[in-house]
């Protein structure tokens, strides 16, 4: 299993020049892939731009959407966007997508989130099968694609139009399950071979409560849910190496753990936490 | 810490009890609106593995609880005039009221504040006043209904309709006890709970409720009634009522369970079917749970949070497991010609928790018996006392002229992985989607098995096979709407981004937005289609297939008709559900006819899993009259009819169809749905549910470590 780091493009008030320097430093320790959540009506970081400007601090790491709300997007601008970031990179994207649970993002958008399924169908399929006769909308047929959420439809998504599954976080057992339904999923539709399957967990290594406190507010659209998220927040250097084992056990290819609080030396005590 | 707990139902006072112990220092009250000595209901379960947590969490009750215990290790099932007895299930009951009276006195003696008789109608305000408000106030909680929008609570009824009866005849088991009466299949679940007393529950269908006059019953007339059909197994006793109404079983579910200050407990928070017998047991695991959280935690918030992520996951594969019990008890009536010992095995197997390889560990000669008699009816072996017999997925099975050495399928995407899949042991190899003319294809490289292929590949493939025991099955099909499409390895319904070719279906309607639009068949679309089925069924034939599956499911052409979400003709192929049929009958007739004494298979989707689609009760139906008309089997699939659907993805998914149409429909069913493991075939076979399982087999790290050995000695033979 690879181990990835999330970006903290979504933590308000992070400097700009603390995500990309997050990222060099990725690129220089054990991590296989850096990655940047998605969302509009937040104080945050757009996923693409921050992507973008990691590709330039890296050389090595995979740079990953996980997940963005694609719907959110017009298609084509979406294509284009992912286009861009997987030339940038030399081709190491990794664009996982999402339907979203927030409807303040759509409102936002001023879209209606009753067609965002439908939607997301058409940009998958677009970004297999490019634009219909247009100029340089045609991605490279190997951008990796994830789909995320834990509906019926999402599995039957990620089996019909993308390489993997990207699962919204939780205990190992939880992934384990979501993960059968992924390759339940897979064979129905008649894939060959077997999903990639990508897991996430969020992390606090000291600075615990303001961990927390970025969790419950990026959370609060939740409502009650937002407490259970806080509490499978990873607060020690064992917690983190019982969740490694225990995704590892149940069958992640990539497990990405995502900050909760914007300082450097918390990508340095992940680091240290994961080699020791 | 102030708590105070609505309801004195087990869940309510056992957490009274543990937070008293805990800390002596929470000022804990109970408010209960009835008085202490009116109970509902008569016995309550535990398992073994409850009662090892009721020891740990209070000895001392434990031990009261222990002292009044019935206890027993069989189930019996009467079933005709037979009895069948498992053994090795472990359970003990207690009467409720017993129960309660220990939790009471337990209470007093810990100096609980424990109030009868009080009414609670302004949760909201009581939890204003007190640091922890817990509902324990049972499936129909006031606590609960005063936070509804923010618990996100559902409510759903689930199975037939039961009676809560008692009776003073005592049993030595858990007993299951149908009977066929004029008005249709009654059953009762019965077990001893004390040395008087038995809980004697009763159910049916709403329809034979109905049939037998149930709903114009008083009390009385309804206990007389059951007594009399019961008449020889209550063997002189009387039933007893106890406020014994009829009802409906109802599901509750919280997406939270607790909101601010505010948690719920119990069935409050969750109702499993009474058939797996676990309400009780859920709800002082409950209390457990939520007394333990306040010893880790500082805050109300935090324990709490603590207390659901620990005890909703469990909770969640109870009630999976009760909705499948509760499932099998409102069909179990269409399966009442089953043998009896695997009627048995299917009830014991019924809600997934306990199976062929666990049944083994508990009662190893049911299992021993049951293969052997399983491998006796399918005339492998001869059915003799002590007789052995391997377990049922080894079991051949003949069906017309197709004899298979097992029941295991595999499939295999071109010829020699096909080849594999016979050389590892399967029974049956199934070719993937095979088009009978080329406008039928899936993709460009989607074989086609037409009049003009010579087939000299499938030939030495079929030979290849059959040299390693197996037999083949090959998969036909026109593709439809789901036609001209990019090859699979990159995903599915991508529309083909040249070279494509025109599109036929039962409507015009594209299969995604971006699919290409089908064209509307006419009289000689379906002439012609239905002869390439016909001369692909003799193709098979001649290079040597030993049966052909068509695939009439999955929104592919034939299929495509049978689903009024995709057969909107106005003509005599559309419209009601014998026009729908009109078009793939007559292909399966031609088949049939080519195919001589071959077997048949039709793959079908059971369900749409799409509002206005195909629901099961219609599906199978066509399965019959795909039956009537031929068939030697059916593959049970489901969904994929449009591509919006809703499917519901598990392991063993398509199980519970696969069991109603073989029950229902009486014809033979292949099923898949993510089966990996030899248990669940065993299960499945074994159970009835399905006479050929489509197995998935997992990689192994052993294996690497086998081929290297197997290398070893390669190389030391070769020295």
Same mark, same amino acid.
């Given at each position: 299993?690879?181990?990835?780091?999330?970006?903290?493009?979504?933590?308000?008030?992070?400097?700009?020049?603390?995500?990309?320097?997050?990222?060099?430093?990725?690129?220089?320790?054990?991590?296989?892939?850096?990655?940047?959540?998605?969302?509009?009506?937040?104080?945050?970081?757009?996923?693409?731009?921050?992507?973008?400007?990691?590709?330039?601090?890296?050389?090595?790491?995979?740079?990953?959407?996980?997940?963005?709300?694609?719907?959110?997007?017009?298609?084509?601008?979406?294509?284009?966007?992912?286009?861009?970031?997987?030339?940038?990179?030399?081709?190491?994207?990794?664009?996982?997508?999402?339907?979203?649970?927030?409807?303040?993002?759509?409102?936002?958008?001023?879209?209606?989130?009753?067609?965002?399924?439908?939607?997301?169908?058409?940009?998958?399929?677009?970004?297999?099968?490019?634009?219909?006769?247009?100029?340089?909308?045609?991605?490279?047929?190997?951008?990796?694609?994830?789909?995320?959420?834990?509906?019926?439809?999402?599995?039957?998504?990620?089996?019909?139009?993308?390489?993997?599954?990207?699962?919204?976080?939780?205990?190992?057992?939880?992934?384990?399950?979501?993960?059968?339904?992924?390759?339940?999923?897979?064979?129905?539709?008649?894939?060959?071979?077997?999903?990639?399957?990508?897991?996430?967990?969020?992390?606090?290594?000291?600075?615990?409560?303001?961990?927390?406190?970025?969790?419950?507010?990026?959370?609060?659209?939740?409502?009650?849910?937002?407490?259970?998220?806080?509490?499978?927040?990873?607060?020690?250097?064992?917690?983190?190496?019982?969740?490694?084992?225990?995704?590892?056990?149940?069958?992640?290819?990539?497990?990405?753990?995502?900050?909760?609080?914007?300082?450097?030396?918390?990508?340095?005590?992940?680091?240290?936490?994961?080699?020791? | 810490?102030?708590?105070?707990?609505?309801?004195?139902?087990?869940?309510?006072?056992?957490?009274?009890?543990?937070?008293?112990?805990?800390?002596?220092?929470?000022?804990?009250?109970?408010?209960?609106?009835?008085?202490?000595?009116?109970?509902?209901?008569?016995?309550?379960?535990?398992?073994?593995?409850?009662?090892?947590?009721?020891?740990?969490?209070?000895?001392?009750?434990?031990?009261?609880?222990?002292?009044?215990?019935?206890?027993?290790?069989?189930?019996?099932?009467?079933?005709?005039?037979?009895?069948?007895?498992?053994?090795?299930?472990?359970?003990?009951?207690?009467?409720?009221?017993?129960?309660?009276?220990?939790?009471?006195?337990?209470?007093?003696?810990? $100096?609980?504040?424990?109030?009868?008789?009080?009414?609670?109608?302004?949760?909201?305000?009581?939890?204003?006043?007190?640091?922890?408000?817990?509902?324990?106030?049972?499936?129909?909680?006031?606590?609960?209904?005063?936070?509804?929008?923010?618990?996100?609570?559902?409510?759903?009824?689930?199975?037939?309709?039961?009676?809560?009866?008692?009776?003073?005849?005592?049993?030595?088991?858990?007993?299951?006890?149908?009977?066929?009466?004029?008005?249709?299949?009654?059953?009762?679940?019965?077990?001893?709970?004390?040395?008087?007393?038995?809980?004697?529950?009763?159910?049916?269908?709403?329809?034979?409720?109905?049939?037998?006059?149930?709903?114009?019953?008083?009390?009385?007339?309804?206990?007389?009634?059951?007594?009399?059909?019961?008449?020889? $197994?209550?063997?002189?006793?009387?039933?007893?009522?106890?406020?014994?109404?009829?009802?409906?079983?109802?599901?509750?579910?919280?997406?939270?369970?607790?909101?601010?200050?505010?948690?719920?407990?119990?069935?409050?928070?969750?109702?499993?079917?009474?058939?797996?017998?676990?309400?009780?047991?859920?709800?002082?695991?409950?209390?457990?749970?939520?007394?333990?959280?306040?010893?880790?935690?500082?805050?109300?918030?935090?324990?709490?949070?603590?207390?659901?992520?620990?005890?909703?996951?469990?909770?969640?594969?109870?009630?999976?497991?009760?909705?499948?019990?509760?499932?099998?008890?409102?069909?179990?009536?269409?399966?009442?010609?089953?043998?009896?010992?695997?009627?048995?095995?299917?009830?014991?197997?019924?809600?997934?928790?306990?199976?062929?390889?666990?049944?083994?560990?508990?009662?190893?000669?049911?299992?021993?018996?049951?293969?052997?008699?399983?491998?006796?009816?399918?005339?492998?072996?001869?059915?003799?006392?002590?007789?052995?017999?391997?377990?049922?997925?080894?079991?051949?099975?003949?069906?017309?002229?197709?004899?298979?050495?097992?029941?295991?399928?595999?499939?295999?995407?071109?010829?020699?992985?096909?080849?594999?899949?016979?050389?590892?042991?399967?029974?049956?190899?199934?070719?993937?989607?095979?088009?009978?003319?080329?406008?039928?294809?899936?993709?460009?490289?989607?074989?086609?098995?037409?009049?003009?292929?010579?087939?000299?590949?499938?030939?030495?493939?079929?030979?290849?096979?059959?040299?390693?025991?197996?037999?083949?099955?090959?998969?036909?099909?026109?593709?439809?709407?789901?036609?001209?499409?990019?090859?699979?390895?990159?995903?599915?319904?991508?529309?083909?981004?040249?070279?494509?070719?025109?599109?036929?279906?039962?409507?015009?309607?594209?299969?995604?937005?971006?699919?290409?639009?089908?064209?509307?068949?006419?009289?000689?679309?379906?002439?012609?289609?239905?002869?390439?089925?016909?001369?692909?069924?003799?193709?098979?034939?001649?290079?040597?297939?030993?049966?052909?599956?068509?695939?009439?499911?999955?929104?592919?052409?034939?299929?495509?008709?049978?689903?009024?979400?995709?057969?909107?003709?106005?003509?005599?192929?559309?419209?009601?559900?014998?026009?729908?049929?009109?078009?793939?009958?007559?292909?399966?007739?031609?088949?049939?006819?080519?195919?001589?004494?071959?077997?048949?298979?039709?793959?079908?989707?059971?369900?749409?899993?799409?509002?206005?689609?195909?629901?099961?009760?219609?599906?199978?139906?066509?399965?019959?009259?795909?039956?009537?008309?031929?068939?030697?089997?059916?593959?049970?699939?489901?969904?994929?009819?449009?591509?919006?659907?809703?499917?519901?993805?598990?392991?063993?998914?398509?199980?519970?169809?696969?069991?109603?149409?073989?029950?229902?429909?009486?014809?033979?069913?292949?099923?898949?749905?993510?089966?990996?493991?030899?248990?669940?075939?065993?299960?499945?076979?074994?159970?009835?549910?399905?006479?050929?399982?489509?197995?998935?087999?997992?990689?192994?790290?052993?294996?690497?470590?086998?081929?290297?050995?197997?290398?070893?000695?390669?190389?030391?033979?070769?020295?």
């Amino acid at each position: 299993m690879n181990v990835g780091v999330g970006l903290p493009n979504t933590i308000p008030d992070t400097p700009g020049n603390l995500m990309i320097e997050w990222a060099r430093r990725a690129d220089a320790g054990p991590f296989s892939s850096v990655a940047a959540l998605d969302r509009l009506a937040y104080e945050s970081v757009d996923p693409f731009a921050v992507l973008a400007a990691a590709t330039a601090a890296t050389q090595r790491v995979r740079v990953a959407t996980m997940v963005a709300v694609g719907p959110l997007w017009n298609t084509a601008q979406l294509v284009k966007q992912a286009m861009s970031v997987d030339e940038l990179s030399g081709g190491r994207l990794t664009l996982g997508l999402a339907v979203g649970a927030r409807h303040d993002d759509y409102e936002a958008a001023g879209l209606d989130p009753r067609t965002r399924g439908r939607r997301l169908d058409e940009q998958l399929v677009y970004l297999r099968n490019g634009g219909d006769g247009h100029r340089g909308l045609s991605p490279r047929s190997g951008i990796e694609l994830l789909v995320g959420g834990a509906s019926g439809s999402a599995f039957a998504r990620a089996a019909r139009y993308a390489d993997g599954y990207a699962h919204g976080g939780g205990p190992p057992r939880a992934f384990e399950s979501a993960a059968s339904r992924a390759l339940a999923a897979w064979s129905d539709l008649g894939r060959p071979g077997r999903p990639r399957l990508w897991g996430q967990g969020y992390f606090a290594l000291g600075d615990t409560e303001r961990g927390n406190a970025y969790l419950r507010d990026y959370y609060s659209f939740t409502g009650p849910f937002a407490e259970k998220i806080v509490a499978g927040n990873l607060t020690s250097p064992r917690a983190i190496k019982d969740f490694i084992r225990g995704y590892e056990e149940a069958g992640c290819d990539e497990l990405v753990l995502l900050p909760t609080v914007a300082d450097i030396e918390q990508l340095d005590r992940l680091i240290e936490a994961i080699d020791r | 810490m102030k708590v105070t707990i609505v309801g004195a139902g087990p869940a309510g006072l056992y957490l009274a009890i543990l937070l008293r112990k805990l800390d002596p220092s929470h000022d804990v009250n109970v408010l209960e609106r009835n008085p202490p000595d009116a109970t509902f209901g008569w016995g309550v379960v535990f398992s073994e593995e409850t009662l090892g947590a009721l020891s740990e969490a209070d000895h001392a009750t434990y031990l009261d609880i222990t002292d009044t215990f019935a206890r027993w290790d069989r189930i019996d099932i009467n079933y005709g005039d037979r009895t069948m007895r498992s053994r090795g299930h472990a359970f003990s009951a207690i009467s409720r009221k017993v129960l309660l009276a220990i939790l009471q006195r337990r209470c007093r003696d810990l $100096e609980v504040d424990l109030r009868f008789g009080v009414e609670v109608d302004d949760p909201q305000h009581l939890a204003g006043e007190t640091d922890l408000l817990v509902g324990g106030d049972g499936a129909n909680s006031i606590v609960r209904h005063s936070s509804e929008a923010a618990l996100g609570t559902s409510v759903t009824p689930l199975g037939c309709k039961y009676v809560w009866f008692g009776t003073d005849l005592v049993l030595d088991a858990f007993t299951f006890v149908f009977k066929e009466t004029k008005h249709g299949l009654v059953h009762a679940h019965a077990y001893p709970f004390d040395e008087s007393t038995s809980t004697w529950i009763v159910e049916c269908p709403e329809h034979t409720w109905r049939e037998a006059g149930f709903d114009r019953m008083n009390e009385a007339e309804s206990l007389a009634f059951c007594e009399e059909v019961f008449r020889d $197994e209550l063997r002189g006793h009387r039933l007893m009522s106890n406020r014994s109404i009829w009802t409906n079983f109802l599901e509750v579910k919280n997406e939270s369970w607790h909101d601010r200050n505010i948690v719920l407990l119990g069935d409050a928070a969750h109702t499993a079917h009474f058939s797996i017998g676990s309400g009780t047991k859920l709800a002082m695991e409950d209390s457990i749970a939520l007394a333990n959280a306040f010893i880790r935690r500082d805050t109300i918030e935090r324990a709490l949070v603590d207390y659901e992520l620990e005890r909703q996951p469990a909770v969640d594969r109870f009630q999976q497991a009760a909705r499948d019990s509760a499932e099998y008890f409102e069909r179990v009536e269409r399966q009442a010609d089953m043998p009896p010992v695997q009627f048995a095995f299917n009830l014991v197997t019924r809600s997934g928790r306990i199976s062929h390889a666990n049944l083994m560990l508990r009662d190893p000669s049911f299992v021993r018996v049951l293969d052997a008699w399983f491998s006796a009816h399918a005339g492998a072996t001869e059915l003799r006392r002590g007789a052995l017999a391997p377990p049922p997925m080894f079991v051949p099975l003949g069906v017309r002229s197709l004899e298979l050495s097992n029941r295991v399928v595999r499939t295999g995407r071109d010829q020699a992985a096909l080849v594999e899949a016979a050389r590892s042991g399967a029974g049956l190899v199934l070719s993937d989607f095979t088009a009978v003319s080329s406008d039928g294809r899936t993709t460009p490289d989607c074989p086609v098995l037409a009049e003009d292929v010579d087939g000299t590949e499938w030939v030495s493939m079929i030979d290849a096979a059959h040299g390693y025991g197996a037999r083949v099955a090959i998969q036909l099909g026109h593709a439809g709407r789901r036609g001209a499409t990019e090859s699979r390895d990159r995903g599915i319904d991508l529309p083909l981004r040249a070279g494509g070719w025109p599109l036929l279906s039962a409507s015009p309607l594209p299969y995604t937005p971006m699919s290409l639009r089908p064209k509307e068949m006419d009289d000689a679309d379906m002439e012609r289609v239905r002869g390439a089925f016909a001369s692909a069924a003799q193709r098979c034939n001649a290079v040597g297939a030993d049966a052909v599956e068509l695939n009439f499911a999955q929104g592919y052409l034939v299929g495509s008709f049978l689903s009024p979400l995709t057969n909107r003709r106005a003509d005599g192929f559309g419209g009601s559900p014998e026009a729908r049929l009109r078009f793939p009958l007559s292909v399966l007739e031609a088949v049939r006819f080519a195919a001589g004494d071959r077997v048949v298979i039709v793959r079908l989707s059971i369900t749409d899993w799409a509002a206005r689609g195909l629901h099961a009760d219609e599906a199978i139906a066509i399965a019959r009259q795909m039956g009537d008309s031929g068939a030697d089997m059916i593959h049970v699939v489901a969904g994929q009819t449009i591509a919006g659907g809703s499917p519901e993805y598990r392991r063993g998914f398509l199980t519970s169809l696969a069991a109603r149409v073989r029950a229902e429909a009486r014809i033979p069913t292949l099923v898949g749905g993510y089966l990996t493991t030899p248990n669940e075939i065993n299960t499945i076979v074994g159970a009835g549910r399905a006479d050929l399982c489509l197995l998935e087999v997992i990689a192994s790290d052993l294996e690497a470590a086998m081929d290297e050995e197997q290398q070893a000695t390669r190389a030391t033979t070769a020295r």
